[in-house]
């Protein structure tokens, strides 16, 4: 849900340096005010053409995007045509109450009774109601100004796809948005060729308070049409003009080092492994792989559960899920590879389940979804909590991802159908079939018997009940028996995400990964280490492999040093207290500058800068 105190209205800002102040925190930005009445300053720019030397403009858009991506949740991008969705709760709504004559005058009768705080319950909290009845109100107005030939059906499905495209997208970069303490305001980004009804979709969250960079090295096409005049977006246009390319993507330092070479992290010498020592597991893993693996998805029935809303779904629906499995990259702190595994989305704010084998020994971890690049992973040092005994942590990216619903039903039967995905042998997202064939304990731990087939690199992947919910990580397959693999159940999964130590870690990482100072910000990973004990509970934050920030000329910053100090002293302090933690130790990296101190039962102790 949005949280949002205060109203807000938005200005339009301009700027011909559009990638550079993009980036400014709204603290920064001419007019902002916040309090009574909130006025949040946005650019809603399109770029349009290239610069010269070429290779140094999509080298330049590149490192935006990566600027971008260490914002987190806040950023939306879009490098293909924003997809159809057909919500039918906002279906059925709307073709009940239509009539006709909203197309000739009455638009805002037609949003006031569409009750948007409850049909767009998931985005819509207190004073933003008001703020995004009358985005809608003038965007659809805009929308039938240039389209005065448009029918009454028209338009309606036009309403119904504004809405369902501000249900899906908008909630994802507003969440959690405070315009009375956010550093930065959402951004979107499109490239490339944009359809009539995505440019109005576009103007509808730069009124939400979203910045909006369109960008295509042609033509602003549609976008131009829709607002020539300027009055809801500025047009920047760029000397020279060029075919259509792909997407660029940085060529991170980290990034291309192919496994099995070296790469040094630079960690602060006191800082260890979040994951290193860990308890040996009885389970022997399968090393020796298959000559090959084929996959043959039988036919399956649908069988629609009317009564509790769950209906079981196809294999083929089933394996589309698999753009929320990842195959995940173990490196030292060398940067060396260790080896690989898969992982489980169960968070749209990145959060990702793992088997804790896994991480063992590693440093950071590349993730990898469906159809990245090996050698380009999305790499982070991020462990949010983990048990060892039951074999299970998690991590988190800054990244927005489609999760997978958990099961908290329990309800796994002997003989039950289920299905698992993962990436043996580094086959990234194999999907296979088979039954629960048993339940086992191991140490006094439960664990799932399955007859679905795993081998190394399966380790962390998805079990899933044919109704597409998460009842499982596979962990481990014998040697010597054929199709006899088990996995760790959910409630183990569920009884992760409730201890409080994760709640904390997630809440850190969401609010206090980044830092403004000036005119810049710098982005932070994190990792928490000694889970299970709170007396010695270390937090450590380090500059995130995204973000390029040199602050070495700042270490005689007084100023500077003091706002770092402050910001992570009070605002760390504060959200432990929150979660009832007397006791922790903190650490920050940042360029050559290494910051900790101990804080214990409202005394700070231990308090230092070091400098390499």
Not at 27 to 52: F, H, M, Q, W
Not at 217 to 240: A, R, W
Not at 337 to 360: A, D, P
Request: hydrophobic letters at 40%.
């Amino acid at each position: 849900m949005i949280n949002v105190s205060k109203p807000i209205k938005t200005i339009m800002l301009r700027s011909d340096k559009i990638m550079d102040d993009i980036m400014s925190p709204l603290a920064n930005r001419k007019d902002y005010t916040k309090g009574a009445s909130t006025t949040i300053p946005v650019y809603c720019c399109r770029l349009i053409g290239i610069t010269e030397p070429v290779n140094s403009y999509y080298d330049n858009l590149a490192d935006l995007d990566c600027k971008l991506m260490g914002l987190g949740n806040v950023y939306l991008k879009f490098t293909e045509n924003i997809p159809i969705l057909i919500d039918n709760d906002i279906s059925l709504e709307i073709n009940k109450l239509w009539q006709d004559k909203f197309l000739e005058s009455a638009t805002e009768e037609f949003i006031s009774i569409c009750d948007i705080p409850r049909l767009l319950f998931e985005i819509s909290a207190g004073p933003l109601t008001n703020t995004l009845q009358k985005a809608l109100v003038d965007i659809i107005n805009l929308y039938k100004k240039n389209s005065p030939a448009i029918t009454s059906t028209i338009f309606k499905n036009f309403c119904i796809k504004m809405l369902c495209w501000v249900k899906k997208f908008a909630s994802q970069i507003f969440r959690n948005m405070d315009f009375q303490t956010a550093v930065h305001n959402p951004k979107v980004l499109f490239y490339g060729n944009i359809k009539e009804h995505e440019v109005y979709f576009l103007l509808v969250l730069s009124k939400l308070g979203a910045d909006v960079l369109y960008i295509n090295t042609m033509t602003d096409g549609k976008f131009g049409e829709i607002d020539n005049s300027n009055v809801h977006s500025y047009l920047v246009k760029l000397p020279k003009t060029e075919e259509f390319k792909k997407f660029p993507v940085k060529a991170m330092q980290q990034n291309n080092t192919p496994p099995g070479s070296s790469y040094n992290p630079g960690l602060p010498p006191s800082v260890q492994s979040p994951v290193q020592n860990p308890i040996q597991s009885p389970i022997q893993h399968p090393v020796q792989p298959p000559p090959s693996i084929t996959i043959t998805a039988p036919h399956t029935v649908r069988r629609d559960h009317s009564g509790n809303g769950r209906r079981e779904m196809s294999l083929e629906e089933l394996a589309a899920l698999s753009t929320s499995t990842v195959m995940i990259l173990a490196f030292n702190e060398a940067g060396e590879f260790l080896h690989r595994g898969s992982g489980v989305v169960i968070g749209n704010n990145g959060l990702i389940v793992t088997n804790y084998h896994v991480l063992q020994g590693a440093c950071f971890f590349g993730v990898l979804f469906e159809g990245m690049d090996e050698e380009r992973p999305y790499v982070t040092y991020t462990v949010i909590n983990a048990n060892v005994h039951k074999d299970l942590a998690l991590i988190k990216i800054n990244f927005r991802t489609p999760p997978i619903e958990i099961s908290r039903t329990g309800d796994l039967v002997r003989g039950q159908r289920v299905v698992a995905i993962g990436s043996p042998f580094g086959l990234m997202n194999t999907f296979s079939d088979g039954i629960v064939s048993g339940f086992r304990q191991y140490d006094r731990f439960d664990f799932i018997q399955i007859t679905t087939p795993t081998s190394s690199g399966s380790s962390g992947g998805a079990l899933l009940n044919m109704f597409g919910e998460l009842v499982g990580i596979t962990t481990a397959g014998f040697h010597e028996g054929q199709n006899l693999s088990l996995a760790v159940p959910s409630k183990y999964i569920i009884e992760l995400l409730e201890n409080r130590f994760t709640t904390l870690n997630i809440e850190i990482m969401d609010k206090y990964f980044a830092f403004s100072y000036d005119r810049f910000t710098i982005n932070f990973d994190g990792f928490f280490s000694y889970l299970s004990n709170e007396r010695d509970y270390k937090i450590a934050f380090l500059q995130s492999r995204y973000d390029q920030t040199d602050l070495r000329s700042y270490s005689r910053d007084r100023r500077f040093m003091e706002s770092i100090e402050n910001y992570f002293i009070e605002n760390i302090r504060n959200m432990a207290l929150k979660h009832r933690i007397e006791k922790y130790e903190f650490e920050l990296m940042v360029s050559n500058m290494f910051f900790t101190y101990t804080y214990d039962r409202g005394r700070l102790i231990n308090k230092r800068w070091e400098h390499r």
